[in-house]
């Protein structure tokens, strides 16, 4: 399995590199879709649907609201409703989620609010990192620095937590992480987004706000890894997939960036960074 993971892995990071920076916006949007639209289809598992046509069906619903929600990608006004919709709705799931610090988790999936629940995530996630991507004032040093800081926390909070963690985060949900994960991830979202400022011959004010986003980039980049993992116990299995050897579905890899990026993106642009 390690070695399968360390392969999987070598392979796949050059090749998403290569991608960010490479690949021509309609390619790259293109990509981005692909991914989403697997990550859809595993969605549909999680939701509790395991009929190919069913899964079939709201992959292609995903992407047809990818699709059709493009052409209105350039509005302003639209692109903040849907980030804010999309960030409400991460903030509730938050609350939703350590509610079960107190109660256990429900026996049964609600197939269709989970499915629900999907659009959010699914279409949040793109239009964020295609937002990020594309647009000018941003480009693909911020997506690489969107991804050290959801690696970089992700990779703080694996050993500090085995090394120190004693008090489990939210049992019922991740028996795996703990509050001293947490700290380490907060630590290193700190230390990466003031590298990060540096990189980006920020103003102190401007280094301040990017290191605030960055903090709340992490800390939703935790309730992501949770809210998949609350869809799979809910649902009883161990992996969205097997599409990555060694590493499990799509979604098994982008959880966490599923909340993070469009914190990130909406971050940089209401702090005008």
Known sequence: MLKQRIITALLLAPLI??????????????????????????WAQL???????????????????????????????????????????????LVHLFSYRYRDLPKEVHTFTALLSGLPVL??????????????????????????????????????GRRFGKNKLLLAVSPGKSWEGVWGALVASVLLSLLGGFYFELTNTQLLLFMLVGLLTVVFSIVGDLNESYYKRRVGIKDSGKILPGHGGILDRIDSLTAAAPVYYFGLVMSHI
């Open 17 to 42: 590199i290569w991608g960010i920076f490479a690949l021509s916006k309609p390619a790259f949007n293109l990509a981005l879709a692909v991914v989403l639209g697997l990550a859809a289809w595993e």
């Open 47 to 93: 939701a509790g649907w395991k009929n190919t046509v069913y899964r079939t069906c709201y992959t292609l619903l995903i992407l047809f609201l990818l699709y059709g929600m493009s052409y209105v990608a350039h509005q302003t006004q639209v692109i903040t409703i849907l980030f804010i919709i999309v960030l409400v709705w991460w903030t509730l799931k």
């Open 123 to 160: 279409i949040g996630t793109y239009f964020a990192l295609a937002l990020l991507r594309n647009t000018p004032d941003y480009g693909p040093a911020h997506i690489m620095m969107l991804m050290l800081l959801v690696w970089g926390a992700d990779t703080a909070a694996y050993f500090v």
